[in-house]
């Protein structure tokens, strides 16, 4: 072939900038033989400017260019399908390569040889309402968590989204233009990949990057400790708090991590931190007809939550195969919503999206249309 690579091994050598801090881009410039302040027109033109190739950062010198272009891309993923519900939500899938060479960075703990294992994708969604366009982004492929409510979580942990891929999903929707919020509560459990997500944070709301206020993101997470602490120190940006039932035993049965991360011990540190401010804690609590409606659990759930500032978020449950349970009339849940406010918890009702699209809580598997 005299010299000349195939597509894809000369995508896999290239490095990605995007994600990167103007620091980090620094090194790269001068490392190339370039001025320092190209590391901040770089950063302007993958973070403000959206640009998907280098060629495009026409202030760079050709040269310059060139010289990037030979190791470096900006490496932003495009999306490979979309689905739209009849709702107007919109569900992107990005292809994703689970091979030590792809840009996801597998887990210490996950057994991989030396053969790719098979190609997979991860699922974001957009959800439109009003004048505001809130993007549902996900952090790995599959979870590791096992829920056994979650689609996501019953197909098995794959790979840790770096930072590029994660930043991707803001880049490469047809909305990036208008997002208005970002919710991390797509495929994966955010917390158990923090670095990258954490990198794509700062991202979002430095003044070198997106420029964002942290208001306009939260994260969801089933309360990964000691990362939970982390994210409270370290980041200003929203909480939501997988909770979905008050009893121990019971939360227990439906979520394996309660046995490593008691609700308990989250609402105890949960506690230790203001969200009388700006920043807000909500948690989540899907309801299952006969499991977890009943006004004993709202009473349990009320005296668990009593003195804290927050928000409970009930979210009908999405049925999906091999899980006993359904969705409680909504009568039963207007009940149970009722209860809480009564007893001093402010709770609202979430209103489902994307369901016809499979693109509601609890359903994102990740998977081609055709499979």
């Known amino acids: 072939m005299y010299g000349v690579q195939p597509l894809y091994q000369s995508r896999i050598m290239k490095i990605r900038l995007l994600g990167k801090t103007p620091e980090e881009l620094k090194k790269i410039v001068l490392e190339a033989g370039l001025p320092g302040f190209t590391a901040g027109q770089i950063a302007q033109w993958m973070y403000r400017k959206k640009v998907r190739s280098i060629d495009r950062m026409t202030n760079i010198s050709m040269s310059g260019r060139q010289k990037l272009s030979e190791k470096y891309e900006v490496g932003v993923t495009p999306w490979s399908e979309v689905m739209t519900s009849s709702d107007g939500t919109r569900k992107y899938l990005f292809p994703v390569s689970c091979t030590g060479k792809s840009s996801l960075a597998l887990a210490d703990d996950l057994k991989v040889s030396g053969d790719a294992l098979e190609d997979g994708a991860v699922e974001a969604v957009m959800i439109p309402d009003a004048d505001r366009a809130t993007l549902c982004v996900s952090s790995q492929s599959g979870c590791r968590m096992g829920c056994k409510f979650c689609m996501t979580g019953r197909q098995g942990f794959h790979g840790h989204l770096s930072v590029a891929d994660i930043l991707s999903q803001f880049l490469a929707v047809d909305e990036t233009d208008s997002l208005t919020n970002a919710v991390f509560m797509g495929m994966g459990e955010p917390l158990d990949n923090y670095e990258n997500v954490m990198r794509a944070i700062t991202v979002l709301t430095s003044d070198w990057g997106f420029g964002w206020s942290p ?101 009908r449950f999405h049925r999906i195969p091999d899980f006993p349970y359904s969705c409680p009339p909504d009568a039963v849940i207007r009940r149970f919503q009722e209860r809480l406010n009564s007893n001093g918890v402010v709770a609202t009702v979430r209103a489902s999206r994307g369901e016809d699209i499979l693109a509601a809580c609890g359903m994102l598997a990740g998977r081609h249309e055709n499979k």
């Open 215 to 315: 208001k306009r993101i939260t994260l969801s997470t089933i309360g990964v400790l000691p990362a939970l602490k982390r994210y409270l120190d370290e980041s200003r940006c929203h909480l939501a708090v997988s909770l979905h039932d008050p009893f121990p035993d019971e939360r227990l049965s439906i979520m394996p991590a309660e046995k490593a991360w008691p609700a308990a011990d989250i609402l105890d540190l949960v506690r230790q931190y203001d969200f009388t401010g700006q920043r807000r804690v909500s948690f989540e609590y899907t309801m299952f007809a006969g499991f977890n409606d009943s006004i004993r659990h709202a009473d349990a759930l009320s005296r668990m939550l009593r003195g804290l500032e927050c928000r409970v978020n009930l979210i």
